[in-house]
């Protein structure tokens, strides 16, 4: 049995797993009887490792959902239909922009004339930044182009990416695979794990294992056809390039857009296993405005259309 | 020097402390000059414990901020000051109530006659709901009786924690401490920190130290006349109780709500030294809507009254 094999065996799935991949097959099956659509599956925000079985703690993987959420965005714009794998309370599409106290902000109460009935609507001033994203938001909806299926931890994730890769299969190169979502390296097996909270009487030491490396039979057995995107997240610059050529090599998909976390927001590289090639934010861009992720899906769209010529030659 | 001395000699305070200490101070400041005020700090949300220097992972404690922040509105409600001290995007009182996607789904555009100036309202069947949780929040913001400061990792906290005591202390007796955060109970200490990311080449063993506990400074030395209240979440019933006795014996503090992690959102136990006091949501209460946070500020506003009689004598 292979390392990912026997973590399938030894992981049961969440809960909820059932009627979300019931959800991921109708939405496949709607957008693959039109010929000419396009999808993408986007993974989004951090994996958690549980370190007690009632968990209380757990190790966690910095990620807020930045690239995922905003991405989802400039895929849906450009008429992508878009899974959004996400984890639970990461950033998602379109409600990114405001945080809850902002909503309230924009809203004014309308009781000017003591009616029983007051109304409330968005103030005036803050109707030019909300209009833009609410008709985008409510365009996704109504086109039914915006799936959204969340996660927590390690375990959920691999569970549901594996179901998302065998309804997307069928979309064969048309299928793209933008994985974002900040996995976790380690786990601690449920065997080593206590039942109840860690007492903090002593200074524990956590074992951990290493999580299979799902990439491999995702691009060798799930979706082998599929333009599979990767990301590599380092702190130190030196190694970036290096580490992304090798998991090219290891895992052999399309691309890895490589990302140093001081310098995420301004600056990726697109790492083949021939090329590499930067995509800058520049200050002014960022002042005015635009976020990295429109040049970035841009290129990959650019990218995913070639290769879907490629193929069918 | 003692352990918790150790912890702020070797941990920075986070960047932008001097302008919450200012922040605190100034709230403080106003709501003194009035004798009557009583006011109340809570603390919500699980505090992070950072394995690198650049972080990237990090031990979380499961807590999504239900209990702080709905306590926050109740405390508000009866006519405390608050400030809430919060793990940045936990829950926060009023906005906990909708999520994101939740107030896009309440707004709708109204541009019926193709006017250039489309205006946006709240759906009349929202609005019932919307309406008296948007007048609270008004209510709070105008008088200046809510004060947010946020922060992610243990030091910040511990940080945090201490100068909005020494804010509050001036008010003796009518502050009180709702300690309702899930602190980390383990750190990895600054010099064992890896400088970079963890690489996922070998399995490593983290070993973690005990954070200092807190409560010994906060009751004995920081605001020795306030009503300090703590929270202790287990996930075995059997070491509840006596876990809770321990407590106030080593701290010396007014009182400890006890709960168990599958059943705090309907049971907690009042543990002072000589008495433990349930507090119960009933099924049809939950379902009628009532939230156990609000018999429980009830209750703990009746003990701080009491206190409070008691000391003036």
């Given at each position: 049995m292979t390392s990912w094999e026997e973590f399938y065996a030894c992981h049961l799935p969440p809960s909820d797993f059932e009627d979300n991949r019931q959800l991921l097959k109708q939405f496949c099956e709607n957008h693959l009887k039109n010929k000419n659509q396009n999808i993408v599956l986007i993974t989004s925000g951090g994996t958690i490792a549980p370190l007690e079985h009632n968990t209380v703690r757990f190790v966690d993987n910095f990620s807020a959902g930045n690239r995922g959420s905003a991405s989802a965005e400039f895929f849906l714009d450009r008429g992508y239909a878009v899974i959004f794998l996400f984890r639970t309370k990461s950033l998602e599409p379109f409600?990114?922009?405001?945080?809850g106290q902002q909503f309230l902000d924009m809203l004014e109460i309308n009781d000017r004339e003591h009616t029983e009935n007051p109304s409330i609507n968005v103030k005036p001033d803050s109707v030019d930044i909300l209009l833009p994203i609410l008709r985008k938001y409510k365009e996704a909806q109504e086109s039914n182009r915006l799936l959204y299926i969340n996660f927590t931890s390690v375990s959920d994730y691999l569970w549901l990416l594996r179901a998302a890769c065998e309804a997307l299969a069928s979309f064969e190169k048309r299928a793209l695979l933008f994985l974002a979502a900040a996995v976790s390296d380690f786990y601690v097996p449920q065997d080593d794990m206590p039942k109840h909270k860690i007492q903090s009487s002593g200074a524990p030491k956590i074992s951990l294992q290493l999580v299979p490396k799902i990439l491999k039979p995702l691009v060798?057995?799930?979706?082998?056809?599929a333009f599979v995107v990767s990301f590599k997240l380092e702190t130190?610059?030196?190694?970036l390039i290096a580490k992304s050529r090798e998991s090219l090599m290891k895992y052999?998909?399309?691309?890895v857009i490589a990302n140093i976390l001081q310098t995420r927001r301004n600056r990726v590289v697109f790492v083949t296993p021939t090329s590499s090639e930067e995509i800058i934010l520049t200050k002014e861009q960022a002042l005015s405005g635009l976020e990295i992720e429109e040049p970035i899906v841009c290129e990959i769209i650019k990218r995913h259309e070639e290769f879907q010529a490629t193929v069918a030659q």
């Open positions: 409600t990114r922009h405001f945080s060798g057995n799930w979706v082998p056809q130190d610059d030196s190694l052999n998909h399309k691309l």
